[in-house]
């Protein structure tokens, strides 16, 4: 495991953090998740750590994309200064993967 030379955050939906980590360990990736919550919509998450050797990143995003699909969700939302909701649902698109590459200084296992 020393040589990983970058960590990957990747933002999931919950829906997708199974398929996508099972995705990364096909690859074998050093992969680790934890729930998370938030964004637009402060819906549920998984943030997936994800240990990097050098020249795997673009092999990972490609796994990420297949594994982690956009939805399509329809809120009521209400407007702004009115107690009425709106009278049609809103479209909203959610998921995919949310990514941030970070370099590795030193990696050790005590």
Known sequence: MNDIK?????????QDQETATRALEKLDLHVAFFASAGGFLGRRNATLLIGLREG???????ALEEACRQRIEYLTLPLEGSP?????????????ATIFALPVERVEEI
């Open 6 to 14: 970058h960590l990957m955050l990747a933002v999931v939906q919950e």
């Open 84 to 96: 009425l909701p709106m009278p049609a649902p809103v479209p909203v698109t959610v998921g995919g």
């Open 56 to 62: 795997h990143a673009e092999a990972a995003i490609k």
